[in-house]
């Protein structure tokens, strides 16, 4: 199975992250995520990270930083998840393809709300 490449942006604002609920009608569907998709064709991560969240929350990054790189199988599906943290960045996030989305704190994160490969991001990020 082909390994699927996404870039992942863990958003943050003070003591909180910006996160999202997956469509329902998607993988891992109905999970909390952290903004970001798939890498195209002749994109570099960063490029990836910068196009997704613009198109998915509607904000520009300003910088980000290599947070770690996860390797999951899920069965039907095959991800690498290159995780980076964005502390930088202009606009308001809000859920522009009609996700729900939330800032919530640090500390209120639960890894079973997300998908499965997220919980080594979770530990990582509340230690
Ligand atoms: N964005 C995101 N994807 C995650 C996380 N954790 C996790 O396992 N994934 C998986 C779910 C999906 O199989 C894959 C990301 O795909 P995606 O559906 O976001 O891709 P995309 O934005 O390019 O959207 P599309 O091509 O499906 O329209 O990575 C996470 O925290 N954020
Ligand atoms: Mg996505």
Not at 11 to 21: F, G, M, N, S, T
Not at 34 to 58: S, Y
Not at 59 to 76: E, K, N, Q, R, T
């Amino acid at each position: 199975m082909k390994e699927i490449h996404v870039a992942v942006g863990v958003v943050l604002k003070q003591e909180q992250v910006y996160i999202c609920k997956r469509p329902d009608d998607k993988h891992q569907g109905g999970k909390w995520e952290f903004p970001g998709g798939k890498v195209d064709k002749g994109e570099t991560v960063t490029q990836a990270l910068a196009r997704e969240l613009k198109e998915e929350i509607g904000i520009l990054v300003a910088a980000s930083l290599p947070l770690m790189v996860i390797s999951h199988d899920y069965g039907d599906k095959r991800v690498l998840l290159d995780v980076h943290t964005v502390s930088e960045f202009t606009g308001e996030p809000e859920g522009l393809e009609g996700q729900e989305g939330k800032w919530v704190k640090l500390s209120a994160l639960v890894a079973e709300d997300f998908p499965a490969a997220n919980v080594a991001i979770i530990e990582k990020l509340i230690k």
